[in-house]
Nanobody
Framework: QVQLAESGGGVVQAGNSLTLSCAISGGTLSGYVMSWFRQAPGKEREFVATVSRNSAYTATADSVKGRFTVSRDNAKNTGYLQMNRVEPEDTAIYYC???????????????WGQGTQVTVSA
């Protein structure tokens, strides 16, 4: 059974940086597209970023473009979300997910982590 575990969340001041990690077990990351989503209180889960199996393709949401970078290390079975110049609006629970296609809708993903809280203070 594939399991995902996010780490690296916490409280960070606006303008600073944070890196989230997503480790996979029970499977190999190289077999999946990996994406990040987030969900703020009272809002729907939204797409943040995606990276293809061989890292040749990446995409980010317009709201984080130029600030967040998605990457992966298949040898370590771990994916990353580098968050720079964070803003209070980035406050949310961040989830990693893996699936077969680099799509932006949550329903396209088979496996999910439990999420990690990111809180950005003004």
């Amino acid at each position: 059974q594939v399991q995902l575990a996010e780490s690296g969340g916490g409280v960070v001041q606006a303008g600073n940086s944070l890196t989230l990690s997503c480790a996979i077990s029970g499977g190999t990351l190289s077999g999946y597209v990996m994406s990040w989503f987030r969900q703020a209180p009272g809002k729907e889960r939204e797409f943040v970023a995606t990276v293809s199996r061989n890292s040749a393709y990446t995409a980010t949401a317009d709201s984080v473009k130029g600030r967040f970078t998605v990457s992966r290390d298949n040898a370590k079975n771990t994916g990353y979300l580098q968050m720079n110049r964070v803003e209070p609006e980035d406050t949310a629970i961040y989830y990693c997910a893996v699936g077969n296609y680099a799509l932006r809708r949550p329903s396209a993903y088979t496996y999910w982590g439990q999420g990690t809280q990111v809180t950005v203070s003004a």
